[in-house]
């Protein structure tokens, strides 16, 4: 596995895809529900034993001056960024208007340049697949804060 920061702006935001999941307590993986179950492929964890818990994994396609790709934004990278925890927006997004909410907040996103640390498995370079691209971090842009708060204004 590669890792590295890149610069790029935010193109676009699948904000009407699934922007959360339910993620294995053990690590963090999405879980699979059955029979009252949340079972982890990947480590083979099952509830209760390893409480899950729900996880931002919001896709957005980035550029920079040589190439487009997407890219899947995780809980920490993604709570940093918005300064939103994922359980607070679903509380939102469960509200009148909350959608409206998360629409804004993701739109506000488009345009804006930062730093992305970047995850390249070996996956991604034998397929040249890259849209499962994982963010581990995302450099605070400046100002984001403070217009989310104003969305939040604009709502009440």
């Known amino acids: 596995m590669d890792e590295y920061w890149c610069t790029a702006t935010i193109i676009h935001v699948y904000n009407n895809s699934d922007w959360h999941y339910m993620g294995c307590g053990k690590c963090n993986r999405k879980t699979e529900y059955k029979d009252g179950k949340h ?39 993604i709570t940093n960024l918005l300064d939103i925890s994922v359980n607070d927006m679903i509380k939102i997004t469960s509200q009148k208007k909350g959608n409206e909410i998360f629409d804004k ?43 989310i ?4 204004k604009d709502f009440k």
């Open 105 to 147: 907040i993701c739109t506000e996103l488009v345009g804006k340049k930062t730093s992305f640390y970047v995850q390249i498995r070996k996956y991604n370079w034998e397929t040249k697949d890259t849209s499962s691209m994982s963010v581990m971090k995302i450099e605070e842009i400046p100002g984001l804060r403070s217009k």
């Open 39 to 77: 079972t982890c492929k990947y480590c083979k964890s099952i509830t209760p034993s390893e409480k899950p818990s729900e996880v931002y994994k919001l896709n957005m396609d980035i550029e920079d001056e040589s190439s487009m790709m997407m890219i899947a934004g995780f809980d920490g990278a």
């Open 149 to 152: 708060k104003e969305i939040f």
